[in-house]
């Protein structure tokens, strides 16, 4: 097979069936959890993050395709989100639900409103001109997503330094911890939530063009370039005040090439002369600073951390961003090197972090080499959408 075929091949012969088998038949929606060995937990709290993730991955694949079970199965997203996460009294999504679909943390992470629109823009979009007894109509889909737009904007947006907050309480009061995970600083702003506004912003603005919308990408991308950019070495800072000033000095390889590829996307989106020059020179810089963590195997190792050790483990996600980012520098940036690293990196899924036995990846490879089958296989935050998104981005690419 080709490298295309394959890519096309993994989409649907692995992730996708393994997704469509997680389908929660007893409560509704998709199942919270599936451990690192394949076994279900039915009784796990379901994440927003997940379920707008999956929403997205099943809407693409559907644009991809057009194979009407992914139109299934994202329309079954879709109703969830919109019935069960959706905040009817305050806005925004909750952070989680019990396995039944009721509220269970009910703070407003940004970050979750943010995939909710990513998935909701994305099902409306292909959905447009569909009418069939059992989907949620395009519209639906549309309205929701543009009123969580209004709800980051309205609760989010920093009129003082610009840029957004992490998060709120589910009645958009200050929140003395505003972290994303565990593994995060408890930091006002951070890289990683406004990568996953412009994301969704982008995407929403190919179905809707708001001129507020469009200032506001064109801002985001301001804000990456001369804000969350080191001028110096060109990785993305992690945490930030509410003045912009760096608060860790760690890098993240794969944040910085996954953003080195979505931002350029969105400067194309938005089809603004002036900007997409300035993404194609920043964008450049910060692959090439992301590429400090490939490895002669085609990894890409995570990262490095505040006190300037490495971070040698090799997680699910970051190889597939390496995959797209590296295309991106064959594609746009005249770097043909670019193709032979992107297969090279897609052998290294392949040989190492796709199971065999149980379907879909694993979490990642650890410093040592071992194979982690304690992380998770589905959760809050394992989900279809980096290693479907490299299927769907890199073989468009192809």
């Known amino acids: 097979m080709t490298f295309r075929e394959e890519l096309l091949h993994e989409l649907t012969c692995d992730i996708l069936p393994f997704w469509e088998g997680c389908a929660d038949h007893l409560n509704g929606g998709f199942i919270g959890r599936i451990d690192g060995l394949g076994l279900r937990h039915p009784e796990a709290d379901k994440g927003a993050i997940l379920n707008g993730r999956i929403l997205w991955a099943f809407s693409a694949a559907y644009g991809a395709t057009r194979n009407t079970t992914y139109l299934v199965y994202a329309s079954r997203a879709a109703r969830y989100l919109i019935d069960r996460f959706i905040d009817r009294d305050y806005g925004g999504v909750y952070w989680s639900l ?18 909710a629109i990513y998935g909701l823009s994305e099902y409306a979009r ?27 904007e309205e609760h989010s947006f920093d009129t003082v330094g610009g840029g957004y907050l992490e998060a709120l309480s589910r ?7 505003m972290r994303l995970s565990e593994k995060d600083g408890n930091f006002s702003k951070t890289m990683n939530t406004h990568l996953h506004i412009i994301e969704p912003y982008a995407n ?19 804000i990456f370039f001369c804000k969350i950019e080191n001028p110096v070495n060109h990785h993305l800072g992690l945490f930030f005040d509410d003045g912009w000033h760096v608060q860790d000095g760690a890098e993240s390889y794969g944040h910085d090439i996954e953003a080195s590829w979505l931002l350029l996307e969105t400067a194309q989106i938005l089809g603004d002369g002036d900007m997409l020059g300035k993404a194609k020179k920043h964008t450049l810089d910060i692959a090439e600073a992301a590429l400090q963590g490939l490895q002669k195997d ?26 797209i980012g590296t295309l991106y520098l064959a594609r746009f940036h005249d770097i ?24 879909e990846w694993i979490w990642s490879i650890r410093a040592d080499g071992s194979r982690n089958l304690s992380d998770d296989k589905t959760g809050f935050w394992k989900c279809p959408y980096h290693n479907s998104r490299m299927c769907m981005v890199a073989s468009s690419l192809l």
């Open 98 to 115: 019990d396995c039944k679909g009721n509220p269970k943390e009910t703070k407003k992470q940004f970050y979750a409103l943010g995939f």
């Open 126 to 152: 292909i959905t447009a001109g569909i009418r069939e007894n059992g989907l949620v109509p395009s519209e639906e889909a549309l309205e929701k997503a543009i009123s969580l737009f209004g709800d980051i």
């Open 171 to 177: 009645d958009w009061r200050p929140l003395a911890d």
């Open 204 to 222: 929403l603005y190919k179905i809707w063009k708001s001129p507020l919308l469009h200032d506001r990408i064109r801002n985001l991308l301001d």
């Open 298 to 323: 085609g990894s890409m190792i995570n990262g490095r951390r505040a006190d300037g050790s490495p971070d040698r483990d090799r997680d699910w996600w970051v190889q597939a961003e390496t995959v």
């Open 336 to 359: 043909p090197e670019g193709f032979s690293m992107s297969g090279h990196t897609f052998d290294y899924i392949m040989t190492r972090i796709r199971d065999y036995d149980n379907g």
